[in-house]
Nanobody
Framework: QVQLVESGGGLVQPGGSLRLSCAASGRFFSINGMGWYRQVPGKQRELVAAIDSGGSPNYADSVKGRFTISRDADKNTVYLQMNSLKPEDTAVYYC???????????????WGQGTQVTVSA
């Protein structure tokens, strides 16, 4: 399976910035789409940003204009640049990837372990 390792979370003041990274490793033919989700206690896990195999991004309305998702050229690492952070951005952020073992394999999914982002003065 694909192993996803996240980093970059922490405590930041409102208006500050953080950059999350997620590196994929393991044996796979390709990683198709990658994305970032977040979850707070009592709430459903929600999509924050995603980027597909063609490089097209999409964002939740709540983060448009503040967050930017990007991938390395080899498509095995995804980033989330978070600017103008707000207290309501506080959550555990999870990396997600869709991958194939071969070029004809059905898609499989993988999740990272999660990284805590806390926005507070």
């Amino acid at each position: 399976q694909v192993q996803l390792v996240e980093s970059g979370g922490g405590l930041v003041q409102p208006g500050g910035s953080l950059r999350l990274s997620c590196a994929a490793s393991g044996r796979f033919f390709s990683i198709n789409g990658m994305g970032w989700y977040r979850q707070v206690p009592g709430k459903q896990r929600e999509l924050v940003a995603a980027i597909d195999s063609g490089g097209s991004p999409n964002y939740a309305d709540s983060v448009k204009g503040r967050f930017t998702i990007s991938r390395d050229a080899d498509k095995n690492t995804v980033y989330l640049q978070m600017n103008s952070l707000k207290p309501e951005d506080t959550a555990v952020y999870y990396c997600n990837a869709e991958f194939q073992y071969t070029d004809y394999d059905r898609p499989h999914g993988s999740w990272g372990q999660g990284t805590q982002v806390t926005v507070s003065a």
